[in-house]
């Protein structure tokens, strides 16, 4: 269910997100940025749920292990 709302912005900004997101986009771009403010707001608590999984854990670590080799190989 989507809820109309009316909100207050300098008219430079709005002329800047008319221009570069359009007209018909500028609600979901806001609500874009804004979800993971107001959805998520305990993100410690999600990283440690995250920590928690063994199997996810012992994946990452091996992504990483396996890929920390790549950068020796770059030019500076």
């Given at each position: 269910m989507q809820t109309k709302l009316t909100?207050?912005?300098?008219?430079q900004v709005y002329e800047g997100l008319y221009q570069?997101?359009?007209?018909?986009?500028?609600?979901?771009?806001?609500?874009?940025l804004v979800r993971?403010?107001?959805?998520?707001p305990d993100l410690e608590a999600a990283y440690r749920r995250m920590?928690?999984?063994?199997k996810r854990e012992a994946e990452a670590?091996?992504?990483?292990?396996?890929?920390?080799?790549?950068v020796n190989d770059e030019t500076r």
């Open positions: 909100i207050t912005m300098d008219e570069v997101i359009g007209p018909r986009r500028i609600s979901r771009f806001i609500e874009d993971p403010h107001v959805l998520f920590a928690a999984d063994e670590l091996e992504w990483a292990e396996a890929t920390v080799g790549d």
